[in-house]
């Protein structure tokens, strides 16, 4: 199973803009790519994914509009670009990877999942 590390959070005013990443060693052009996020005292959530072989892409309701996910030129990156942010959109971000259908799992059952460390996103008011 490939691992990939997230990257690229930080402490950002309401309205601005991050990009986070999802980088790995190999291509991940033959997987599906999630993002998703925990917030303190809430339950981890999916925010966009990007299915292998696909470049359809889909996103919650909540960021819809703000956040767009896209693959790296050379395909080892998954990128999350965030616009407008909102500071609901406070918590701490992971990606998944996978060549089965498990991101597509993981969207329904987060907490089924073995998650990584992370990255940290703060949108002050």
């Known amino acids: 199973q490939v691992q990939a590390v997230e990257s690229g959070g930080g402490l950002v005013q309401s309205g601005g803009s991050l990009r986070l990443s999802c980088t790995a060693s190999?291509?991940?052009?033959?997987?599906?790519i999630g993002w998703f996020r925990q917030a303190p005292g809430k339950e981890r959530g999916g925010v966009a994914l990007?299915?292998?072989?696909?470049?359809?892409?889909h996103c919650a309701d909540s960021v819809r509009g703000r956040f767009t996910i896209a693959r790296s030129e050379d395909k080892r990156t998954a990128y999350l670009q965030m616009n407008n942010l909102r500071p609901e959109d406070s918590g701490v971000y992971y990606c998944a990877v996978n060549r089965s259908d498990e991101v597509m799992r993981l969207w329904v059952f987060p907490e089924k999942g073995s998650w990584g460390q992370g990255t940290q996103v703060t949108v002050s008011s």
């Open positions: 190999i291509s991940l052009d033959d997987y599906d």
């Open positions: 990007i299915r292998r072989r696909d470049p359809a892409t």
